[in-house]
């Protein structure tokens, strides 16, 4: 006799893969080309300059970006409503987790919407990216989000929303793994859990230095990490 799949398990699996492979995949790429921002101006330009020329990178960012993380956020958001937490009867770690997990995704729904809205396409009215998007402003990227990152409420709620994906991807990793059932023995879980959590944490400092980064020459870390950066591309004149 054939299993029938209810609608709901195939929009939460559906959901699953949404935020672990294309959205992961995105964040994760996010940081990197953020932290370029620890080389200055001039590397960070050309990293978005190079995401600008992917060819079609409408369609990417339709198909592969705004469409997942429409459904993503929209259902998570309604599994949300539908949850009954539990913590303060059962106060083990991972109904305390399974609340973060709940919160921070509905945070992301607005901090993202937020995030897009002003840095890619401009459209927040009183801040320093209105009518100037980082998007089809390569060359002048570094110096659009470093003028955003000084007021230190923007700088602070994107701290915020770095702590949160990072936390939301880690974690989603983790009940990923263990609802396709790649992780089965509880010491395993216990293991990848401990993982993920450092994952998240790692994930955390990585984006908050780049954040920083557009604000204080490389970040949090000592200028002497970025010198070998600047130096990159640059010609000594012959004697």
Same mark, same amino acid.
């Given at each position: 006799?054939?299993?029938?799949?209810?609608?709901?398990?195939?929009?939460?699996?559906?959901?699953?893969?949404?935020?672990?492979?294309?959205?992961?995949?995105?964040?994760?790429?996010?940081?990197?080309?953020?932290?370029?921002?620890?080389?200055?101006?001039?590397?960070?330009?050309?990293?978005?300059?190079?995401?600008?020329?992917?060819?079609?990178?409408?369609?990417?960012?339709?198909?592969? @970006?705004?469409?997942?993380?429409?459904?993503?956020?929209?259902?998570?958001?309604? @599994?949300?409503?539908?949850?009954?937490?539990?913590?303060?009867? =059962?106060?083990?770690?991972?109904?305390?987790?399974?609340?973060?997990?709940?919160?921070?995704?509905?945070?992301?729904?607005?901090?993202?919407?937020?995030?897009?809205?002003?840095?890619?396409?401009?459209?927040?009215?009183?801040?320093?990216? =209105?009518?100037?998007?980082?998007?089809?402003?390569?060359?002048?990227?570094?110096?659009?989000?470093?003028?955003?990152?000084?007021?230190?409420?923007?700088?602070?709620?994107?701290?915020?929303?770095?702590?949160?994906?990072?936390?939301?991807?880690?974690?989603?990793?983790?009940?990923?793994?263990?609802?396709?059932?790649?992780?089965?023995?509880?010491?395993?879980?216990?293991?990848?859990?401990?993982?993920?959590?450092?994952?998240?944490?790692?994930?955390?400092?990585?984006?908050?230095?780049?954040?920083?980064?557009?604000?204080?020459?490389?970040?949090?870390?000592?200028?002497?990490?970025?010198?070998?950066?600047?130096?990159?591309?640059?010609?000594?004149?012959?004697?």
């Amino acid at each position: 006799m054939a299993i029938k799949f209810s609608n709901t398990f195939l929009l939460r699996k559906l959901h699953q893969l949404t935020g672990i492979v294309p959205l992961g995949a995105f964040f994760l790429v996010h940081m990197y080309t953020n932290s370029a921002a620890m080389g200055g101006a001039r590397v960070f330009n050309e990293h978005v300059k190079g995401i600008h020329d992917i060819p079609y990178l409408i369609f990417v960012e339709i198909f592969g @970006i705004f469409i997942p993380l429409l459904f993503h956020s929209i259902y998570g958001v309604i @599994i949300s409503a539908e949850a009954k937490p539990n913590a303060l009867s =059962y106060s083990y770690s991972r109904n305390w987790f399974y609340i973060f997990q709940r919160v921070t995704g509905i945070f992301l729904f607005f901090f993202i919407f937020f995030h897009v809205l002003n840095l890619r396409f401009g459209l927040i009215p009183g801040l320093e990216s =209105y009518g100037n998007p980082v998007a089809g402003n390569a060359d002048n990227a570094f110096s659009i989000v470093s003028a955003e990152f000084q007021n230190a409420g923007i700088l602070f709620f994107y701290f915020l929303g770095v702590i949160a994906t990072a936390w939301h991807l880690a974690y989603g990793f983790w009940l990923f793994a263990v609802d396709w059932g790649i992780l089965i023995g509880e010491k395993a879980q216990r293991l990848s859990l401990y993982a993920c959590i450092g994952l998240a944490v790692f994930l955390s400092a990585v984006g908050i230095n780049a954040a920083v980064a557009f604000v204080n020459k490389c970040g949090l870390l000592p200028d002497s990490f970025c010198e070998e950066v600047e130096k990159q591309g640059v010609v000594e004149p012959k004697g």
